[in-house]
């Protein structure tokens, strides 16, 4: 890598094309020997802790800046999205049910696997067309927002919970408890550190959820697929699909066993559907609206609380 | 020998009401600009009690431009610590004129005088009480962030508990810095219009809070109308769907308090005649419109018999009547239109194939009233074990493995409360950490406190009101950083901190 991004230097205006596989134009080296033809990585879906096709067969090509084609993006389907809520909600009670300090362990653990491939999401969201500088600081603000987050799990219950003074003769007490499957539409325009900034807060509490990524940045969340799939993430927990948002939002606004949904976008229109199609089983509706995710307001713990219910338990004290 | 009661009717001596009782915005009783009004009715007697004016929309924008009004050149503008004294005076004013309150509360909606003399009355007093010390002290209810109030809340309100619904919309929406109209319900408008003589005795300043009475349609034009910044609704889900509907796009916050369908799950080792106890509790109280209500009861096999035995005989024993007898257990329901929706039901219950018990009594042959019912035998699938009929009519269900009752219990799209009686603790504990509800009694049943946050998963809400989490709904939270940064920018800028 270092040496890829000794050469880059010299030509600054090359996109990265590795992903594809193309020999990089490094002028007269190329010519003089034959280089190795690089093996082309597929992305696919990232469903129930393995990495499908769409069950479509379709594709969208993602293309650079050249207009030359980086990878055959699978175009998930309604049926995609329904196996992936099949998956998380299979996974929820599970997860849910996980330790805060083990839940805080997993996450923690997709953390240094983040680290470890620093270089990749780089170099991937460069290839989608993120300025080189960009990209590093997206990479690292998104480790490091994760890890904030991991953290959390632990800490979140503390800060939250409460033991009500009742008039009576009772011990009541409040928890937080996660709402249950959360479907998401992923920011477009930050392709890593918005995903990640949107996923954590929603699993950490023990939700499970269904991502739909950016479609502008849809290999980085295939590959944070591979982050998590390599940490100790049980299978269903998060769930990474790609594809149209204009085919996919109304589904993951209406399916009946979805507790809440996840927003990030700046269409009123696909805003407003999003909230009619909610009603249908009073889903949970969070916005995030123009959010600048490096900003001060991303890093809190208050997106946690977007997706947790409030437990309140009465017991009697006394014989 | 079986128990014999004499009368013991409650004086309605202190609950003088007007004949006719207009709408109260801007801190005055107004007439209706819709020139329309109704009666509400006594349902033990189907007698009129009062008249009340129906809010048009012309009425609505009034009110709302009055809490607007109030909120900018008042409200926000008052020191914290004022804001929260005058909401002690109100809970003082309620608990001196709690007998007419339980009174007019009894008359007007036909609970029972003794739940509404100890239960509506005293825990609507505690909840202004309540928040009225967080007024000053929001600075320290959500760590890193400051609380701001969002404005005018629009508050629509049920009748089943109509004072003490006003106490849970008002108390934290006033303490929070915003000013409000509220709405009651169309057959309970009485102990809100009281209330507003109270606030007009307490001072409260024009427009903070305005009352508007009608139906349907004015809380549907409250609700919609531009000038609202939130909405508090508590009433049925299929009202809460149109709500959360008609606030798509609006950016307007909201809280739903809505249905439920609560399992009460009764162990094999839990202690019998406490767990009757706790059952009649849980359906019964209040003729069964309550939104939590454990309208079903899941009780372990080995001991079905013997429980259905016990509360059979315990059911004998209610005294279904006048809601001004101190002695009534079960009074009249609410309105002619829910003993009807209550009559579907058990017509429904009986169709479905299953068995109805119900109690002996004789009912009184005015008013709307029902016999406390059970209906054994009754499958998962029946529309009376899924469907919330909110009248006092208990759907019996048994299981054998807790793991079958907290299926059971969960696979309905409700989840407001529930219940858990057992004298093993680990496994109270268990049942209630994986019942998906907001509110789980273990070994008691509906109980309230203003202290103790209350709200549903699923289908029946969003949000909680009461104790801290009750605050959240009716406050924005910005970021200390920014503030601090602005204050110092400010400093710099030679402007005072």
Same mark, same amino acid.
């Given at each position: 890598m270092t040496e890829r991004r000794g050469r880059r230097t010299v030509t600054e205006e090359t996109p990265d094309r590795s992903l594809r596989g193309e020999p990089e134009a490094t002028g007269d080296e190329a010519a003089a020997e034959p280089s190795r033809l690089p093996v082309l990585k597929t992305y696919k879906l990232y469903v129930n802790g393995q990495f499908p096709r769409t069950e479509s067969g379709r594709y969208d090509k993602l293309l650079d800046a050249q207009g030359r084609n980086l990878a055959n993006v699978c175009r998930s389907s309604r049926k995609d999205f329904r196996d992936a809520v099949v998956a998380a909600r299979a996974a929820q009670s599970g997860w849910a049910a996980r330790s805060a300090y083990n839940r805080s362990q997993v996450l923690y653990r997709a953390g240094e696997m983040l680290e470890g491939r620093r270089e990749?999401?780089?170099?991937?969201?460069?290839?989608?067309?993120?300025?080189? !500088?960009?990209? !590093?600081?997206?990479?690292?603000?998104?480790?490091?927002?994760?890890?904030?987050?991991?953290?959390w799990a632990d800490k979140v219950q503390q800060v939250w919970s409460s033991v009500n003074p009742v008039a009576s003769?009772?011990?009541?007490? %409040?928890?937080?408890?996660?709402?249950?499957?959360?479907?998401?539409?992923?920011?477009?325009?930050? +392709?890593?550190?918005?995903?990640?900034?949107?996923?954590?807060?929603?699993?950490?509490?023990?939700?499970?959820?269904?991502?739909?990524?950016?479609?502008?940045?849809?290999?980085?969340?295939?590959?944070?697929?591979?982050?998590?799939?390599? %940490?100790?993430?049980?299978?269903?927990?998060?769930?990474?699909?790609?594809?149209?948002?204009?085919?996919?939002? %109304?589904?993951?606004?209406?399916?009946?066993?979805?507790?809440?949904?996840?927003?990030? +976008?700046e269409d009123a229109a696909e805003s407003l559907r999003v909230q009619e199609e909610s009603v249908r089983n009073i889903k949970r509706v969070v916005l995030r609206e123009r959010i600048d995710w490096h900003g001060p307001h991303a890093e809190s713990p208050y997106p946690i609380l977007d997706t947790v219910e409030v437990k309140t338990t009465w017991h009697p004290v006394g014989s | 020998m079986p128990w014999t009661y004499?009368?013991?009717? #409650?004086?309605? *001596?202190?609950? *003088?009401?007007?004949?006719?009782?207009?709408?109260?915005?801007?801190? &005055?009783?107004?007439e209706p600009r819709s020139g329309r009004w109704f009666d509400t009715i006594d349902p033990a007697r189907e007698e009129k009690i009062a008249e009340v004016a129906d809010a048009g929309e012309q009425d609505?924008?009034?009110?709302?431009?009055?809490?607007?009004?109030?909120?900018?050149?008042?409200?926000?503008?008052?020191?914290?610590?004022?804001?929260?004294? =005058?909401? =002690?005076?109100?809970?003082? @004013?309620? $608990?001196?004129?709690?007998?007419?309150?339980?009174?007019? #509360?009894?008359?007007?909606?036909?609970?029972?005088?003794?739940e509404s003399r100890d239960v509506d009355v005293p825990l609507a007093a505690a909840h202004f009480f309540y928040y009225a010390g967080w007024a000053d002290k929001l *600075? =320290?209810?959500?760590?890193?962030?400051?609380?701001?109030?969002?404005?005018?809340?629009?508050?629509?309100?049920?009748?089943?508990?109509?004072?003490? @619904?006003?106490?849970?919309?008002?108390?934290?929406?006033?303490?929070?810095?915003?000013?409000?109209?509220?709405?009651?319900?169309?057959?309970?408008?009485?102990?809100?219009?009281?209330?507003? #003589?109270?606030?007009q005795e307490a001072e409260l300043p024009p427009g903070v809070v305005n009352i508007i009475t009608g139906g349907g349609e004015t809380g549907s034009a409250l609700a919609r109308h531009p000038g609202v910044d939130k909405v508090a609704f508590t009433g049925s889900t299929e009202v809460g769907k149109l709500i959360q509907r008609a606030l798509a796009g609006t950016r307007k916050r909201y809280t739903l308090e809505l249905g439920g369908k609560a399992a009460n799950i009764v162990c094999e080792d839990a202690a019998l005649d406490q767990a009757v106890e706790g059952i009649v509790e849980g359906i019964f109280f209040n003729q069964g419109h309550v939104c939590c209500a454990g309208s079903r009861l899941l009780v372990q096999e080995s001991i079905a018999s013997e429980l259905v035995r016990k509360l059979k005989a315990r059911i004998e024993t209610l005294i279904v009547g006048d809601p001004l007898d101190k002695n009534t257990d079960i009074g009249a329901i609410n309105s002619e239109m829910q003993l009807r929706r209550i009559e579907e039901y058990l017509r429904i219950g009986?169709?479905?194939?299953?068995?109805?018990? $119900?109690?002996?009594?004789?009912?009184?042959?005015?008013?709307?009233?029902?016999?406390?019912?059970?209906?054994?035998?009754?499958?998962?699938?029946?529309?009376?074990?899924? &469907?919330?009929?909110?009248?006092?009519?208990?759907?019996? $269900?048994?299981?054998?493995?807790?793991?079958?009752?907290?299926?059971?219990?969960?696979?309905?799209?409700?989840?407001?409360?529930?219940?858990?009686?057992?004298?093993?603790?680990?496994?109270?504990?268990?049942v209630s950490s994986r019942l998906r509800a907001g509110v789980v009694w273990a070994n008691t049943y509906n109980k309230f406190d203003p202290t103790s946050p209350f709200g549903g998963y699923k289908e029946s809400g969003v949000g909680r009101e009461g104790g801290l989490h009750g605050l959240e709904p009716y406050v924005a939270l910005e970021p200390w950083v920014e503030i601090a940064a602005g204050a110092r920018s400010a400093i710099l800028a030679g402007g005072a901190p």
């Open positions: 990749q999401f780089v170099a991937e969201l460069e290839t989608q067309g993120m300025a080189r !500088e960009a990209a !590093e600081a997206e990479t690292l603000a998104a480790i490091d927002r994760w890890i904030y987050f991991a953290g003769s009772h011990f009541n007490f %409040s928890l937080i408890e996660p709402t249950g499957v959360v479907s998401v539409l992923a920011p477009e325009e930050s +392709g890593l550190l918005g995903l990640v900034s949107t996923l954590a807060p929603i699993v950490v509490s023990g939700n499970t959820c269904v991502a739909l990524a950016s479609s502008r940045f849809p290999l980085t969340a295939i590959t944070l697929g591979e982050v998590l799939h390599a %940490s100790d993430f049980p299978p269903g927990v998060i769930n990474l699909l790609t594809g149209r948002r204009s085919e996919l939002v %109304s589904h993951f606004a209406s399916h009946l066993d979805v507790n809440a949904i996840v927003w990030c +976008g | 004499s009368p013991a009717p #409650e004086s309605i *001596d202190q609950g *003088d009401l007007h004949q006719r009782y207009g709408l109260f915005v801007g801190g &005055e009783w107004v609505v924008d009034h009110a709302v431009r009055a809490a607007r009004y109030a909120y900018e050149r008042v409200w926000s503008r008052l020191p914290a610590r004022e804001r929260g004294k =005058y909401l =002690y005076r109100i809970a003082r @004013m309620i $608990q001196e004129r709690a007998r007419e309150l339980a009174v007019v #509360e009894s008359r007007d909606g036909g609970k029972p005088i003794r *600075d =320290y209810a959500f760590p890193g962030r400051r609380a701001r109030p969002l404005g005018v809340a629009a508050q629509i309100i049920p009748w089943n508990f109509p004072l003490l @619904m006003a106490a849970w919309k008002l108390a934290p929406a006033l303490a929070a810095g915003n000013t409000a109209v509220l709405k009651p319900a169309e057959t309970t408008p009485l102990t809100a219009l009281l209330l507003a #003589e109270i606030l009986a169709e479905e194939g299953c068995e109805i018990y $119900q109690s002996s009594c004789a009912l009184p042959e005015r008013g709307y009233w029902c016999k406390p019912t059970l209906f054994l035998g009754a499958s998962q699938s029946h529309r009376v074990v899924q &469907e919330e009929i909110f009248g006092p009519v208990l759907a019996v $269900q048994t299981f054998r493995t807790i793991d079958e009752a907290i299926a059971r219990a969960n696979n309905t799209p409700y989840g407001l409360s529930g219940g858990v009686w057992s004298d093993k603790g680990a496994k109270a504990f268990r």
